[in-house]
């Protein structure tokens, strides 16, 4: 007789080395595309914008993104970066960041962005 396989986060910890977010898109398929965008360029640090600009490309269009200082520091738990190591920190959180901008541009009704990531975005 087989056993019920339960659903969602429980069954990471069944599965060795499958994280959450795979063992969920596996299981659940209407959000088997869990990052529909790719890795694109870092672009620079705006500091009169108080962002870091990136892009992430979508079936090869290019989509423009950003994140706030704030939405980072946030992430990252800290608020004492100077300008010159801003592009350092989206590099340490680069993984989390693409995968919140690509799920908010799944969310959004526009499919070619820009997908702009605030604070509240990555509200726990």
């Given at each position: 007789m087989k056993?019920?396989?339960s659903r969602?986060?429980?069954?990471?910890?069944?599965?060795?080395?499958?994280?959450?977010?795979?063992?969920?898109s596996a299981t659940n398929p209407k959000r088997s595309n869990v990052m529909p965008l790719e890795r694109g360029e870092v672009h620079r640090y705006d500091m009169d914008r108080m962002i870091v600009e990136f892009t992430m490309l979508k079936q090869g269009r290019v989509i423009s993104c950003?994140?706030?200082t704030a939405a980072m520091d946030n992430i990252e738990g800290r608020s004492d970066l100077k300008a010159d190591h801003r592009v350092d920190q989206f590099m340490r959180l680069r993984d989390v960041i693409e995968e919140r901008a690509s799920k908010k541009l799944s969310e959004q009704n526009q499919s070619?962005?820009?997908?702009?990531?605030?604070?509240?975005?990555?509200?726990?």
């Open positions: 056993r019920p396989v969602g986060r429980a069954q990471a910890r069944e599965l060795p080395g499958l994280d959450a977010v795979t063992v969920y950003a994140i706030s070619d962005g820009p997908v702009i990531l605030r604070s509240n975005d990555f509200a726990k």
